[in-house]
């Protein structure tokens, strides 16, 4: 402990004496100093022992002696020394009494010890405070490296807890509680999560206090651009030194876990990317063979293939095509390295799918693939479940910000495949695609392949290259009705609706059945083409259909 007034009154050397402020000696004393000066309150600050031999204060002066005494306590001054047998025989009167009602300690200090050997003791027993405070930091720094070393990052949060007399939660990139010590501080750690958010904001290395049940020091672990996780240690009071160096000793350890773990990341995923060719490739024994362990069964177990792209990039794709691409359909052959997320949609998704994954135990494969991110994750698992859900957060954003300019940096388009198995990869990666490309049309943010195979077609009908088709197509018809001459759009889209059967067909429109006939006549006059080919009346009903779904 530093040292306080009541040590220094208790040392036998100093012969202090107390003359007021009996019951506040307790006080930390981080300096002595020495002023004559009749106000040297400019100069203070905070914590100091006062000493004087009132050679410039009218120290009988009651009033004079209140406002001194009065500046001094205001200015954080812990105690004032006064020594006697210079100017003063004895302290004054004004003096004490004024020290009494402000609640300042006042001490006597005899003619034999000079100031300076006050200095000496506060200063000597400040050294020895932080001599044993940086002793018990490198004490506190070999146990945690110990308990790092033997039982990994838990055994390092249990003696941190041990070390600040409180305790420690460790959280993974997306906030999440990973490890606490002890086990009941997982309630606290939990409801701080929002807090560990906005820490993450910020560019690491970052740290907030956060106030409740706890005094709660919040730290970002990692060295790149955003925190790759983050310490919280709750203690009743604030840190000591000792306390302090154990902090940062907790801090630079997992840090350094961190870090090791993005490049045990990198390497994974470099795997990760030559394993999802071979399965592509119709190669699932191959790609068995290079994961080993590494997946668990993830490449035997039902899964799901998850393919992301960021609006921005799959806007201009979507442009560039009229129709989903679902050929050749393979990953860059390129090394795939760790993607720096900051302000990116796709390595935030990542963050997010890893973190459940790792949560609930389940094996995830995640590939990032330039302007995409591919996942093969475990059907029904979380990591499906998390990517659902982060689609439903960003569509809530993107509705939230409905009146403000539009703006698709920071949105996601994600097609996901029906449940598959290691020979079906590749039927899995284009149904992943074929989702992606509905996506991209609808402007929905996740669209799933079993939903495509569930529904209807007709609303694919809604993209402008197929109304435009449907209007160039019934265009002419329309502008022969126009005249008067004849409801040829209404005959045909009845005719059609009753595949061709006249009867049927002219009932439902009122006319005998070789007007009908002659209006299909006209219409193929009109159109150039037989109602007699398939793919005519194919293409017909569903350019009524297109144009019955815009209200034309």
């Not at 100093?14 to 020495?34: F, I, S, Y």
């Not at 203070?44 to 000493?51: D, K, Q």
């Not at 595949?499 to 067909?505: P, V």
């Not at 006939?517 to 037989?530: C, K, T």
Request: proline share 5%.
């Amino acid at each position: 402990m530093p040292p306080t007034l009541a040590s220094l009154v208790h040392h036998s050397a100093l012969k202090l004496t107390v003359r007021a402020g009996e019951d506040r000696l307790d006080v930390p004393v981080r300096w002595a100093h020495v002023s004559e000066l009749a106000d040297p309150v400019p100069y203070m600050e905070g914590g100091e022992l006062l000493l004087i031999t009132a050679l410039k204060l009218d120290a009988d002066d009651p009033e004079a002696m209140r406002r001194y005494v009065k500046r001094l306590a205001g200015a954080g001054v812990v105690g004032l020394g006064f020594a006697v047998g210079v100017n003063y025989d004895e302290i004054p009167k004004a003096l004490v009494e004024a020290a009494e009602k402000e609640g300042l300690p006042l001490l006597e200090v005899p003619r034999r010890t000079p100031f300076l050997a006050i200095s000496k003791a506060v200063s000597a027993a400040i050294a020895a405070d932080q001599y044993r405070a940086v002793t018990a930091g490198f004490a506190a720094q070999r146990e945690l490296t110990k308990q790092a070393l033997s039982d990994g990052p838990e055994g390092l949060l249990a003696a941190l807890a041990g070390q600040v007399d409180g305790w420690a939660a460790l959280y993974d990139a997306s906030g999440a509680v990973v490890a606490t010590a002890p086990e009941w501080a997982g309630r606290r750690a939990a409801r701080l999560t929002p807090d560990v958010e906005r820490l993450r904001e910020r560019p690491a290395p970052a740290s907030s206090v956060v106030g409740g049940e706890d005094r709660v020091e919040l730290h970002s672990l990692g060295t790149g651009r955003r925190p790759r996780a983050a310490l919280a240690v709750g203690t009743a009071a604030a840190l000591g030194t000792a306390e302090r160096y154990a902090v940062h000793s907790a801090i630079a350890l997992l840090t350094l876990t961190t870090e090791r773990s993005r490049s045990l990341h990198a390497a994974e995923q470099r795997i990760g990317a030559a394993v999802l060719r071979m399965l592509l490739a119709g190669e699932p024994d191959h790609a068995r063979a290079v994961a080993g362990d590494l997946y668990g069964g993830l490449l035997d177990a039902p899964f799901r293939l998850i393919i992301a792209e960021s609006a921005s990039g799959s806007a201009a794709r979507a442009h560039a095509d009229g129709h989903a691409r679902v050929a050749a359909a393979t990953p860059s052959k390129t090394a795939v390295a760790v993607p720096d997320v900051g302000g990116d949609p796709l390595g935030g998704l990542a963050e997010v799918v890893e973190s459940a994954a790792a949560r609930s135990g389940e094996s995830v494969l995640v590939v990032p693939d330039g302007e995409r991110l591919v996942v093969l994750a475990v059907d029904g698992g979380a990591a499906v479940t998390a990517c659902g859900d982060y689609a439903v957060v960003l569509e809530a954003a993107r509705a939230a910000r409905r009146e403000q300019p539009a703006g698709d940096e920071d949105e996601l388009v994600v097609g996901l495949s029906a449940p598959a198995g290691p020979i079906a990869a590749r039927a899995a990666y284009k149904q992943a695609e074929q989702a992606l490309s509905v996506a991209r049309r609808r402007g929905r943010f996740l669209v799933e392949h079993e939903e495509l195979a569930a529904g209807s077609v007709l609303p694919l009908l809604a993209d402008d290259a197929v109304r435009a088709f449907a209007d160039g197509l019934l265009r002419a018809l329309r502008e022969h009705d126009a005249t008067g001459r004849g409801d040829l759009v209404a005959s045909l889209r009845a005719w059609l609706s009753r595949h061709g059967q006249w009867d049927a067909a002219a009932a439902d429109l009122g006319v005998h059945r070789h007007t009908l006939r002659y209006r299909m006549r006209r219409v193929e006059e009109i159109l150039g083409r037989s109602l007699d080919d398939p793919d005519v009346r194919m293409e017909l009903w569903l350019a009524l259909k297109a144009t019955a779904a815009t209200g034309e």
